[in-house]
């Protein structure tokens, strides 16, 4: 009961199972033990985060940054609650102090270059993340990973889908091997190459609402009418349970396809299918 590290691993785990409720109750519960320590307390902020409780999110994560000025998990954490309200330019300010102050650090890197592809300024982005020569480490799959959506964002489908290749084919370990392939659909369905997208879905596990979300699309797009009802009903009965980028995802496939409405399915616009790969991008880099 006094080791601050059981206790926090145990509300991160709780938090990784999706049970949100008890990761906070956990996380308090350290805090509460352990007041002086920055790695509860950005985990409490994290996990209000993803319960959409932004703005206590943001006074948990201003706290950890007025205690904890030297840490930067807290400066890159609170740069990243002000994105996703939408402040961009506090965000762009907060994570460009964080770069700044520890240039080497990889979250503060990336999540500047990630912040400067929402904002379409994709060469800044780039300049900030070379491509990786070697792939060695994991954090070298991370950057890799980030440069291909970049690419993608910016339209450079055929440079990000060699990227997504390398990256599916010589990563070690199957969760980055995963990470890679559902962002090769990404780019085959940003081309309507409906067909491709399903064969490199046979190997993703269909359980995780990402993976269900590109099938749908995949399948819309081939207007197989059998297999795509049933799967968006399904996807529609648990529509609240999933996290606002999946949800942003859903919502455009379902206009765009026409499956919120009786008919056919549909054929979306360019400015449609353009769309949708950008909230695809979103959703694949919140996952």
């Not at 205690?67 to 402040?87: H, I």
């Not at 592809?117 to 060469?123: E, G, L």
């Amino acid at each position: 009961p006094r080791d601050v590290v059981a206790q926090s691993g145990l509300a991160e785990v709780l938090k990784k199972q999706g049970r949100l409720d008890e990761a906070e109750q956990q996380y308090r519960l350290a805090i509460s033990r352990f007041p002086r320590n920055v790695v509860a307390k950005c985990g409490l902020a994290e996990v209000l985060k993803e319960q959409g409780r932004l703005d206590e999110a943001e006074e948990q994560y201003r706290t950890s940054v007025a205690t904890f000025p030297n840490d930067a998990v807290a400066q890159c954490g609170l740069a990243e609650v002000l994105k996703q309200q939408g402040r961009l330019d506090k965000a762009e300010d907060a994570y460009r102090q964080a770069h700044d102050r520890w240039p080497r650090n990889r979250v503060a890197r990336n999540g500047l270059a990630n912040l400067l592809r929402t904002r379409h300024r994709f060469a800044e982005a780039l300049a900030l993340l070379p491509e990786p020569m070697e792939l060695r480490t994991r954090a070298d799959f991370v950057d890799l990973h980030l440069v291909g959506m970049i690419q993608l964002g910016m339209g450079s489908i055929d440079a990000a889908t060699r990227i997504f290749r390398s990256g599916r084919d010589n990563a070690r370990w199957k969760e980055e091997r995963s990470y890679f392939a559902s962002a090769l659909v990404v780019a085959r369905l940003r081309q309507e190459r409906y067909d491709e997208a399903l064969a490199d879905l046979e190997g993703l596990e269909n359980a995780q609402p990402q993976v269900a979300t590109l099938r749908l699309h995949a399948l819309a797009g081939r207007r197989d009418e059998s297999r795509v009802r049933p799967l968006h009903e399904d996807l529609d009965s648990r529509f609240l349970t999933f996290q606002p980028p999946v949800q942003a995802s859903l919502k455009l496939i379902e206009s765009a396809f026409g499956l919120d409405r009786p008919g056919a399915i549909r054929r979306p616009t360019a400015d449609e299918v353009t769309a949708i790969a950008g909230a695809e991008i979103e959703m694949l880099l919140a996952a």
